[in-house]
């Protein structure tokens, strides 16, 4: 294999071509490491479609059985199943061949029903984008415009010394033929039409900038961008050129009999990558919370997301949303049960019917509040981490405390970003 020679193989010309076809419907994929802003992204470029009256369908893909992105991308109002253009592929991944003959039953029901303007697939973090561009290589309907590899800029700076780490790490994966993290970053990037780097706000000017000259070798021939919170236009991705599969013809062939199942899996097969799903009604105590929060964060808790609420903030539902060394924490609506409780709540009548009756499906201790989170990462730290999440919920004597008028600590900021 010529993987010493990686930026080199990239020029290489595949003979087999797509026959042209100017009626199909351009598709953009935004790929990307767990926790890189692909949804934060999504919502932008949605929110942008909606404003220019543009079409769209959606298709998001989660490999936890909690499906956070696909709740939030519905929460947009821009896509929904009922309308037949979002899907949501959970417990699975579009890196494997049950995930693309997924992803092919979608988009033919999708197109059976609805024609749009263009089509968004947001990869699982622990996908390989190969079996997807092969999938769109030869699609009779479909036109792969662009291939977004989002690269978390704050991660790269800190677990692999500013990006300049990534490639010799890759490069000695190669020569001892293993298949780690390392790859799957690299790859994401060497198979991308446009490299963004992400999070760009966090670090210096002069920091991103070397973090894109470390890793741009790796694909030489795209731009690198570096956005924040997903600020990227959607009226210039849809003027680039389409995807160039002739770019890439080697680097398919070489890699199409290795990438056969998703690449989170291989990676658990070396024990590197696992995902646990947390689910429980009780409430998080804050201050057990912000103590493990700080304790396990580092390399080996790669991601995690979901739903929680607090007892001290008992109306909302908020999101959890970590990666690597960092978190953030989002107010993304009111649990039914906070608003029917709060005496001003000013409802109607028919409004508070409608509030209770979906309070009641919900069955739980405490209403529809609930917190449930993923975790995701290297399987002993997700293991220490997943015992300790788990005990930081309120215990059965917090719980009476709490409910007879109790304040806990809270060391939680007071001013929270509002998901739009």
């Given at each position: 294999?010529?993987?010493?020679?990686?930026?080199?193989?990239?020029?290489?010309?595949?003979?087999?071509?797509?026959?042209?076809?100017?009626n199909?419907?351009?598709?953009?994929i935004?790929?990307?490491?767990?926790?890189?802003?692909?949804?934060?992204?999504?919502?932008?470029?949605?929110?942008?479609?909606?404003?220019?009256h543009?079409?769209?369908s959606?298709?998001?893909?989660?490999?936890?059985?909690?499906?956070?992105?696909?709740v939030?991308?519905?929460?947009?109002?821009?896509?929904?199943?009922?309308?037949?253009?979002?899907v949501?592929?959970?417990?699975?991944?579009?890196?494997?061949?049950?995930?693309?003959?997924?992803?092919?039953?979608?988009?033919?029901?999708?197109?059976?029903?609805?024609?749009?303007d263009v089509?968004?697939?947001?990869?699982?973090?622990?996908?390989?984008?190969?079996?997807?561009?092969?999938?769109?290589?030869?699609?009779?309907?479909?036109?792969?415009?662009?291939?977004?590899?989002?690269?978390?800029?704050?991660?790269?700076?800190?677990d692999?010394?500013?990006?300049?780490?990534?490639?010799?790490?890759?490069?000695?994966?190669?020569?001892?033929?293993?298949?780690?993290?390392?790859?799957?970053?690299?790859?994401?990037?060497?198979?991308?039409?446009?490299?963004?780097?992400?999070?760009?706000?966090?670090?210096?000017?002069?920091?991103?900038?070397?973090?894109?000259?470390?890793?741009?070798?790796?694909?030489?021939?795209?731009?690198?961008i570096?956005?924040?919170?997903?600020?990227?236009?959607?009226?210039?991705?849809?003027?680039?050129p389409?995807?160039?599969?002739?770019?890439?013809?080697?680097?398919?062939?070489?890699?199409?009999?290795?990438?056969?199942?998703?690449?989170?899996?291989i990676?658990?097969?070396?024990g590197?990558?696992?995902?646990?799903?947390?689910?429980?009604?009780?409430?998080?105590?804050?201050?057990?919370?912000w103590?493990?929060?700080?304790?396990?964060?580092?390399?080996?808790?790669?991601?995690?997301?979901?739903?929680?609420?607090?007892?001290?903030?008992?109306?909302?539902?908020?999101?959890?949303?970590?990666?690597?060394?960092?978190?953030?924490?989002?107010?993304?609506?009111?649990?039914?049960?906070?608003?029917?409780?709060?005496?001003?709540?000013?409802?109607?009548?028919?409004?508070?019917?409608?509030?209770?009756?979906?309070?009641?499906?919900t069955?739980?201790?405490?209403?529809?509040r609930?917190?449930?989170?993923?975790?995701?990462?290297?399987?002993?730290?997700?293991?220490?981490?997943?015992?300790?999440?788990?005990?930081?919920?309120?215990?059965?004597?917090?719980?009476?405390?709490?409910?007879?008028?109790?304040?806990?600590?809270?060391p939680?900021?007071?001013?929270?970003?509002?998901?739009?």
């Amino acid at each position: 294999m010529a993987w010493s020679q990686f930026p080199v193989i990239l020029g290489i010309t595949l003979t087999h071509r797509c026959p042209v076809n100017m009626n199909r419907i351009p598709v953009i994929i935004i790929n990307g490491f767990l926790g890189a802003g692909k949804t934060t992204l999504m919502k932008n470029l949605l929110t942008q479609a909606n404003r220019n009256h543009l079409a769209v369908s959606v298709i998001v893909n989660d490999m936890s059985d909690l499906d956070v992105d696909g709740v939030l991308i519905a929460n947009t109002e821009i896509v929904n199943i009922a309308n037949n253009n979002f899907v949501s592929i959970t417990s699975d991944s579009i890196s494997s061949q049950s995930g693309i003959k997924t992803v092919d039953k979608a988009i033919k029901n999708m197109l059976r029903h609805y024609l749009p303007d263009v089509i968004f697939v947001e990869t699982s973090g622990g996908s390989h984008p190969l079996p997807l561009i092969k999938y769109l290589q030869t699609h009779e309907r479909l036109q792969l415009k662009s291939l977004l590899s989002l690269v978390d800029t704050v991660m790269l700076n800190d677990d692999y010394n500013g990006g300049k780490a990534l490639i010799p790490a890759f490069q000695e994966n190669l020569f001892h033929g293993k298949r780690r993290i390392e790859n799957l970053l690299a790859e994401q990037i060497m198979f991308c039409s446009t490299l963004l780097l992400t999070k760009k706000d966090r670090l210096s000017f002069d920091i991103v900038t070397d973090v894109a000259k470390a890793i741009h070798p790796l694909n030489p021939y795209v731009n690198v961008i570096a956005v924040s919170w997903g600020n990227l236009k959607l009226a210039e991705l849809l003027t680039l050129p389409d995807y160039d599969f002739n770019r890439v013809g080697l680097l398919i062939r070489e890699l199409e009999d290795t990438i056969t199942v998703e690449e989170a899996k291989i990676s658990a097969q070396n024990g590197e990558i696992i995902s646990r799903v947390i689910k429980d009604d009780r409430p998080f105590h804050p201050q057990r919370l912000w103590e493990t929060y700080h304790y396990f964060m580092g390399m080996g808790i790669y991601r995690s997301k979901g739903f929680f609420w607090l007892p001290g903030r008992p109306d909302m539902a908020l999101l959890w949303n970590q990666a690597a060394g960092s978190i953030n924490l989002e107010f993304i609506s009111y649990w039914n049960s906070g608003v029917l409780a709060d005496p001003d709540n000013h409802l109607t009548h028919e409004e508070r019917s409608v509030l209770q009756k979906k309070v009641n499906k919900t069955m739980g201790r405490f209403g529809d509040r609930r917190c449930h989170l993923t975790i995701i990462g290297r399987s002993d730290e997700v293991h220490d981490f997943t015992s300790a999440l788990i005990n930081c919920f309120l215990s059965e004597e917090e719980i009476v405390w709490w409910q007879s008028g109790g304040v806990f600590a809270d060391p939680w900021p007071v001013n929270i970003s509002r998901l739009n």
